[in-house]
Nanobody, 125 residues
């Protein structure tokens, strides 16, 4: 079992930055790929970014490529999402997810078994 707790969300003006954190329990954290998803009101939960267990490989949705950076610190059992040049359309609840995926990259949310509770990100225009 893995438990995940996100933090770092908030209200920011367009063009600003936020860094989300996802703290994980468990001693085998580095064996899990990690990902961030987001869900805006009335919309499906969508893939944002993913990072491999060792941190060497990353993948991004086209909508955030060049603006967001996913990273992890396995010594701290934490995954990060640095979000720059934020836009109003980035407003959503952001969720962290992990799983022992066997393919790469995995953008399908149904492949991830462990989820955090979510953190709200609101970008004002």
């Amino acid at each position: 079992q893995v438990q995940l707790v996100e933090s770092g969300g908030g209200l920011v003006q367009a063009g600003g930055s936020l860094r989300l954190s996802c703290a994980a329990s468990g001693r085998t954290f580095r064996s899990y790929a990690a990902a961030w998803f987001r869900q805006a009101p009335g919309k499906e939960r969508e893939f944002v970014a993913t990072v491999s267990g060792g941190g060497a490989y990353t993948d991004y949705a086209d909508s955030v490529k060049g603006r967001f950076t996913i990273s992890r610190d396995n010594a701290k059992n934490t995954v990060y999402l640095q979000m720059n040049s934020l836009r109003p359309e980035d407003t959503a609840v952001y969720y962290c997810a992990v799983d022992q995926v066997t393919a790469w990259p995995v953008r399908n949310r149904y492949e991830y078994d462990y989820w955090g509770q979510g953190t709200q990100v609101t970008v004002s225009s």
